[in-house]
């Protein structure tokens, strides 16, 4: 038994440390507070028990003896449990607490630090905590205490004189009090000073004004918690370093349809750049029940001239087929292999296969061209192997059997639609905060749908609808959509160039 105080860092998933993350996939019992990003949860295993105990303002899932409680039991179960906590679990964090029942309880534990928001927040602002030229220390203070209540800890005189940097905490709602205090110790009134809200987040906003005038532009502003105080010379330094609010798609919002199996290039190109990314898969991707069909296929090989793979899951699934038969990529030595696109491409190579064809278009219209063009315009008794999703278009074997060949199309996974983040989206899109929804294929945009109705979308012309290609386009048309973003590339790289192409205008 064991329990792992966890530091999830400040809002960035990408700030988890290696060790956290380690120890997060190892835990039998995930126990998570609201300031960590859920998005971090899928390094937990999938038989994990998850227990979201959250407390923001006015709202706590679970008092803090009740936490702690739950943390003894659960780990007295014989189970390792993580403790999965926003910023650094000792600072503001009430880590300690927890770590001092524990100790009291006998419960072995351990701390992995996190990246506190204290620091992380100013940082992606622009405003360097220490600096040669103005602030060789800081302080970070709590501004939750009433500062007018005797006995406050704070020495307000002597964080007035002080050349340090100041580091307010939870402190929004006495920002007037924390700024009169200060002005009253004796410190100047246009000392810069600056605000950020949800620091390295893609909903990070952040202002640099000087004291006195710090809690007027926090109210034209309209920030509230959880915002960092920040006061000092540094502040000063925030327009000029300001690097994470440039960022190419930052402000925009992308909602995701793909399957989380892959999703992951797109979501995190565009997290990259700075754009908020909600993923809502439409479709999941599951093995089939039944691989009596592809088994024979694969064992009877050496009868067919060409494989198609039309996927990356194609792919995946074939060989974990073949692997499961005892057979390697030797076993398609005597066969010509297809791939519809680069994506695909790279999936046969990571197996040492390398595709004897690519199409230039990269939908099943090209790669009917591209095998004829392979074939000198003639395929007539040539056998073709297909494995692909249980449901697909047919335009790729109907078009090659049209030209006299035999085609085998062999299911080797099967997607089954997936509710996703419905209530988010629709929040999103009747607050018209919602930037743009990408949608990878055609089965994305049918399953979406499904569960956002068309007419909400054409309610919302402000949500930007991009699709990979044209197939994916005249479906959007089909519902009496516009595309209004599409590559003249149809791979993920293109669909994000596009993307950022379009929103700097």
């Not at 003894?72 to 910023?87: C, E, I």
């Not at 600056?194 to 502003?221: D, H, K, N, V």
């Not at 908020?276 to 088994?295: K, N």
Request: glycine content about 8%.
């Amino acid at each position: 038994m064991k329990v792992i105080l966890i530091g999830a860092g400040p809002g960035d998933p990408g700030l988890l440390t290696i060790k956290g993350r380690e120890m997060l996939a190892a835990a039998d019992v995930v126990v998570y507070d609201a300031l960590a990003n859920e998005s971090l949860l899928q390094y937990a295993r999938p038989d994990a028990e998850k227990i979201y105990v959250g407390k923001v303002a006015g709202d706590h899932a679970l008092p803090q003896q009740e936490i702690n409680a739950l943390l003894v039991q659960k780990a007295k179960g014989n189970k390792v449990v993580a403790r999965l906590k926003g910023g650094d679990p000792f600072i503001f964090g009430r880590g300690g607490e927890e770590a001092e029942v524990l100790a009291t309880a006998g419960v072995p534990f351990e701390v992995i630090p996190g990246i506190s928001s204290t620091i992380a927040a100013p940082a992606y602002a622009g405003i360097p905590l220490t600096h040669r030229d103005a602030a060789s220390s800081v302080t970070i203070i709590t501004g939750h205490e009433n500062p007018d209540k005797p006995g406050s800890a704070h020495n307000w005189k002597a964080l007035a004189a002080s050349a340090s940097t100041l580091v307010f905490v939870m402190g929004m709602k006495n920002l007037p009090d924390i700024v009169r205090n200060l002005i009253a110790a004796g410190m100047d009134s246009t000392t810069p000073s600056a605000l950020i809200y949800r620091g390295t987040t893609p909903a990070q906003r952040s202002l640099a004004t000087t004291l006195a005038e710090l809690p007027r532009a926090a109210r034209e502003a309209h920030f509230t918690n959880p915002s960092i105080i920040l006061v000092g010379k540094v502040a000063s330094l925030r327009n000029t370093l300001n690097w994470f609010e440039k960022k190419p798609l930052f402000g925009i919002s992308v909602v995701v349809t793909r399957a989380r199996e892959q999703a992951s290039e797109l979501a995190q190109s565009l997290a990259v750049l700075g754009a908020e990314v909600i993923q809502c898969p439409t479709i999941e991707i599951h093995p089939l029940r039944d691989y009596t069909a592809l088994d024979t296929a694969i064992a009877a090989l050496r009868s067919y001239h060409w494989c198609i793979f039309t996927s990356v899951n194609g792919v995946r699934f074939f060989w974990l087929r073949m692997q499961k038969l005892g057979f390697d990529s030797r076993a398609l030595g005597n066969i010509r292999i297809a791939a519809i696109g680069p994506a695909t491409a790279a999936a046969l190579r990571d197996h040492g296969i390398e595709p004897d064809a690519i199409p230039s278009r990269y939908m099943a219209e090209g790669i009917v061209a591209c095998l004829l063009s392979n074939e000198n315009g003639h395929v007539e008794g040539k056998h073709f192997l297909l494995p692909r999703a249980a449901k697909a278009r047919d335009v790729l074997p109907n078009e090659l059997r049209k030209a006299g060949a035999m085609v085998d199309v062999i299911p080797a996974y099967e997607t089954i639609p997936a509710k996703g983040h419905k209530n988010e989206v629709l929040a999103r899109l009747e607050a018209g905060t919602l930037s743009c929804v990408t949608f990878g294929s055609s089965s994305t945009v049918e399953n979406f749908l499904s569960v956002i109705p068309a007419a909400m979308l054409r309610n919302h012309p402000e949500t930007k609808l991009a699709a990979i290609g044209p197939v994916t386009a005249d479906t959007l048309r089909r519902h009496n959509l516009p595309c209004d973003i599409m590559p003249e590339k149809y791979t993920i790289p293109a669909l994000i160039e596009a993307l950022q192409t379009f929103f700097a205008r």
